[in-house]
């Protein structure tokens, strides 16, 4: 029998990589989508027409367990979230809610539907595996570089202290219940699928507006912020790979390398053959109440016990989106209304 998979946040960039991915190891998965008619999900149904979808959403606990009780998933990919940290100021309150409290929510329908007691401890039957999305941001205001999985936290945004507790939730329902319950703290990761508010993207965009003629310029906030940029497809393996483990562990997952925004805007105008210093225009309004400075990872443990390494070198990874979004803005898309599926 096929194994069956669940995953919240399946409409985001992560979420349609796991799927083709799992998809391709043979998996039943199934997705869950919030709204009622979310036009992410009818985009997305083109690339992953295999996917089925259930309806819920990690602030209401009853449509957890519903949506649990129906699937019966071997494993649980927790990818929903609130994910921009610039956002995570404006709604605190939603961050709380859906990045920190959605991940009890999610390990309660888990428990439940398990049959898990509390103080029952020790390992529960017909275990489901849980990934929990864990994120460097996780690090704030480092205190060593490269951060491994024994680095302190020093979370500098409402999205960090959120992504924070669901990681001690996620540890603590393994060390309470028993439960296979992983978290995986990733780095940056990129892809041509990657929302346009993140930096990578809004550069791979702004390059390509530029190139075409349908902008002149492209305002960016601090250039001196460096992060450790790796690509989507390659971590949602390495996900994968937490949850067929022997044992429950968290790991750090990244490149070990890192570069500027500086340094990403100008590999990216330089691959559209562009000199990015008559471009760019640095714009305070832009700056963070409180910045992560740098992210670096260590990724040793993760290549060693799960043989997991990343592919796609930042260049590739720069020019990948580059060349996507000169596609999608040549076929006549409309800037406004871009199509990253
Ligand atoms: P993303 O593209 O922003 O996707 C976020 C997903 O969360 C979307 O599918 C969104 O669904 C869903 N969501 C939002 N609110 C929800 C709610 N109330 N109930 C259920 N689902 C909800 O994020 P991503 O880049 O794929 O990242 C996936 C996960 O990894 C996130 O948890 C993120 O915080 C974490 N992470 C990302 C990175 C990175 O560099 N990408 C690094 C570390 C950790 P809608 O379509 O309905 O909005
Ligand atoms: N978004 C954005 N827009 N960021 C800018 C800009 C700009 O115009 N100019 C400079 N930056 C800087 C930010 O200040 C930050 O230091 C860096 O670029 C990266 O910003 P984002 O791409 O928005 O990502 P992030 O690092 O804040 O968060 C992402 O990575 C985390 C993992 O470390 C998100 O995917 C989070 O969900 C994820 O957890």
């Known amino acids: 029998m096929a194994r069956r998979a669940l995953i ?9 990589y796991l799927a083709e991915h799992l998809l391709e190891q043979g998996y039943e998965v199934w997705g869950l989508v919030r709204g009622q008619a979310n036009p992410r999900m009818s985009r997305m149904r083109r690339l992953l027409s295999d996917v089925q979808v259930v309806r819920g959403d990690l602030l209401d606990q009853g449509s957890l367990i519903s949506v649990v009780e129906r699937v019966q998933p071997d494993e649980v990919y927790n990818l929903g979230a609130i994910s921009f940290v610039p956002m995570s100021w404006e709604q605190a309150e939603l961050t709380a809610e859906v990045t920190g409290m959605g991940v009890l929510r999610m390990l309660e329908a888990i428990r439940v539907c398990s049959g898990v007691s509390r103080g029952a401890g020790g390992p529960a039957s017909g275990q489901i595996r849980f990934y929990q999305a864990s994120s460097s941001e996780m690090f ?9 999985e024994a680095t302190a936290f020093h979370p500098r945004s409402p999205y960090g202290v959120a992504k924070a507790y669901g990681h001690f939730l996620t540890q603590n329902y393994r060390e309470s219940y028993g439960m296979f319950a992983v978290s995986g703290i990733l780095f940056n990761h990129e892809s041509p699928r990657r929302g346009a ?10 390059v390509a507006r530029i190139k075409l003629g349908l902008a002149g310029e492209l305002r960016l906030g601090n250039l001196e912020a460096r992060r450790d940029w790796g690509f989507a497809g390659d971590y949602v393996k390495a996900m994968h790979l937490m949850l067929g483990a022997a044992k429950p562990e968290d790991y750090v997952i990244g490149t070990g390398r890192m570069k500027s925004v500086r340094e990403l805007a100008e590999a990216a105008f330089a691959a559209a053959g562009l000199d990015w210093e008559r471009y760019v225009v640095t714009d305070q309004t832009l700056h963070r109440p409180a910045e992560v400075d740098l992210l670096c990872a260590d990724p040793k443990k993760a290549r060693a016990q799960l043989g997991w390494e990343p592919r796609v070198s930042f260049d590739e990874l720069v020019s990948m989106m580059v060349d996507a979004d000169l596609r999608l803005l040549t076929n006549g898309t409309d800037p406004d209304d871009y199509d990253p599926w």
């Not at 508010?197 to 702004?206: H, P, Q």
């Open 8 to 16: 919240t946040g399946i409409t985001g960039q992560d979420g349609s």
């Open 140 to 148: 704030g205001q480092v205190s060593e570089t490269p951060q491994n």
């Open 197 to 206: 508010e993140f930096v990578t993207r809004k550069v791979s965009l702004g």
